[in-house]
């Protein structure tokens, strides 16, 4: 049986679990990748920057070495800078030109980035640096897990991304690996690539199903909103009928109780302006007297005869007699004026509160009209959706697309182990 170490070395061309440089024999080195590894292994802002600043300390005590830079790739790959990745990668490959398990991180990264031009030119670089004759145990199990991951991506680039990959450059490429492929290499290829096909077809038919019954739901739904709809409309109509009505009672009896008053008060009007003119000419005829009486006194001011002194005495008494009248006669018409008044009053209050009625009613019928006019609007958008197109495109729909879609969906690459594969190597 061929052993592990002997595999990776038919694998490589080169003694991967040795120590390819002096570098990697440095204390520091072997302990650096260690942490880097541990370091970057939860993806964060803050990881990366760290990770990226060990890895410069790192090189500068072992430029280029092979183990680092990969550590460094895993690390990237982890914290999901897939550019980046294939750049560090790039620097390895200028010095391990034949490893394999770095060819297989570059598909891996050209497939993640969407680059299948290059996907299809690095699987073939792979094909050309994986053994050739039959294997057994842990070597064919390696050899298997490589060949079933380039069926896989090959049964992607087939079905979930075919639109992306021109068939004609994906089938000579396929061919070609094939080609360069033992019996049990093509088994694992075809078997993974139809895993793939086959995974791809039935969330495909999952989604196309789930589609189906979406667009079957949405059309019942629309139906019965439509009947909804319908129903609304007419509630709406006779809702809004019966208002009109409503309105013009309240107007009428707005008007009945407004000519009431208005019969009431038209009487009072005369009267207050019966009065009012009653108490005018009584304060002009007061007024004649008040005159009189004022000049009265002032001829009394000069005369000096006892008998004209008297006879004017006697006529500003009589002036102040008929004074005392008119002012008798202005409280009297006073007092009517203010049970007129009152009674007016009255008149006013009962107009207001007619009219406070009037008013609260129209607001409540305003209120409900308002009501209506928002339940119209409401009808008016339900019923734009009718005219939408029914896509079927349920949340679980596009999760199933979107999932059919993902590389991850239907493989992955074992970061895990490549870790533990490359702290190994320092052991």
Known sequence: MVSRRWFVLLFTGLFLCQSISFAADDPRLKAGVKELLDAGWQPSIKARQECADQFEE???????????????????TRQRQYPQA?????????????????WRMKVWLSMLQKDYSTSLDDAEQLAQLLPQRQLEGEGLELYREFTTGLGRM???MEGPVAEDVP???????????????????????????QQVLDHFHRMMGEGAADKEDAIEDEEQRRLDLARQIDAEREAIAAEAAAIEPERKKLESELRSDLDRINSKEEPL??????????AELIRNQAARYIIE????????EKEKDKLQRDLLARDIDRMHAYIARYDADLNALERQARVVNAQRLELVRQRNEAQGVYNREMQRLGGKLSLLERRHKKTAIDERQLDKPITGNTPRVRTLAREAKALTTYTDFPLDAERRRLLGMFE
Do not use: C, H, W
Not at 64 to 74: G, P, Q
Not at 293 to 300: E, G, I, M, Q, T
């Open 167 to 193: 068939a004609s450059s994906r089938a000579e490429a396929q061919k070609k690996i094939l080609a360069r492929l033992t019996p049990q290499g093509q088994e694992a290829f075809n078997s993974g690539r």
């Open 293 to 300: 009486r004022d000049r009265l006194y002032a001829a009394l």
């Open 86 to 102: 294939s750049s560090t990668l790039s620097d390895l490959l200028t010095i391990q030109k034949k490893d394999v398990f770095a």
């Open 154 to 156: 090959f049964g992607f």
């Open 269 to 278: 009007l005369r009267e207050m302006a019966q009065l009012e003119s009653r």
């Open 58 to 76: 790192l090189n500068a005590i072992a430029p280029m070495d092979d183990k680092l830079l990969y550590a460094y790739v895993l690390v990237q």
